[in-house]
T-cell receptor, first 111, second 112 residues
Framework: ETGVTQSPTHLIKTRGQQVTLRCSSQ?????VSWYQQALGQGPQFIFQ???????GRGNFPPRFSGLQFPNYSSELNVNALELDDSALYLC??????????FGPGTRLTVL | AQSVTQLGSHVSVSEGALVLLRCNYS??????LFWYVQYPNQGLQLLLK??????LVKGINGFEAEFKKSETSFHLTKPSAHMSDAAEYFC??????????FGTGTSLTVIP
């Protein structure tokens, strides 16, 4: 059984650019959640996808968007990057009612 | 509104001493509660979870937590700290629904 994987591991972008982060969910899981973890903070919920539909969203602007594919993998897209978007982005997969299993994260640096 | 408060952003204990990490939550309905551990440059690993069964929950690596509804607390303990326990610990609450709310974390240092 493979765990949750994320790519890339690290990414450096400049302000105004766009970025796409990818997540492969754990086998058997149909739900993917994305979190932003700023340095020294706890993870903040961005949104969740269940069976390819958005199923809840945190307090993030529309320039944060996502997709879930038929194989339940997922993408997080961020447009018009700002310096404050620098963070560790975590993906977690689960069955809809079970605990979440986290990937190692993508470290995004915006210069 | 849901929230999680972790008292003490940094906790230091001696190797072999008791570990106590505090977590209080606010939730309008009985939630599910979780403790996760995060090692440097890694994702979060589930230590234990409370899902309305036994109030004393045992997790991995010798950790346990007790759900106290009257105190809205879910403190994490371990009788004897090990050097490998040094990490960041996060308490999380999941009220009915799917969104997790995390605390700001407690960094545990274990002194040899």
């Amino acid at each position: 059984e493979t765990g949750v994987t994320q790519s890339p591991t690290h990414l450096i972008k400049t302000r105004g650019q766009q970025v796409t982060l990818r997540c492969s969910s754990q086998s058997g899981h149909n739900t993917v959640s994305w979190y932003q973890q700023a340095l020294g903070q706890g993870p903040q919920f961005i949104f969740q996808y269940y069976r390819e539909e958005e199923n809840g969203r945190g307090n993030f602007p529309p320039r944060f968007s996502g997709l879930q594919f038929p194989n339940y993998s997922s993408e997080l897209n961020v447009n018009a990057l700002e310096l404050d978007d620098s963070a560790l982005y975590l993906c977690a997969s689960s069955s809809i009612t079970d605990e979440q299993f986290f990937g190692p994260g993508t470290r995004l640096t915006v210069l | 509104a849901q929230s999680v408060t972790q008292l003490g952003s940094h906790v230091s204990v001696s190797e072999g001493a008791l570990v106590l990490l505090r977590c209080n939550y606010s939730s309008s309905v009985p939630p599910y509660l979780f403790w996760y551990v995060q090692y440097p440059n890694q994702g979060l690993q589930l230590l234990l979870k409370y899902t309305s069964a036994a109030t004393l929950v045992k997790g991995i690596n010798g950790f346990e937590a007790e759900f106290k509804k009257s105190e809205t607390s879910f403190h994490l303990t371990k009788p004897s700290a090990h050097m490998s326990d040094a990490a960041e610990y996060f308490c999380a609450v999941r009220p009915p629904g799917n969104q997790f709310y995390f605390g700001t974390g407690t960094s545990l240092t274990v002194i040899p």
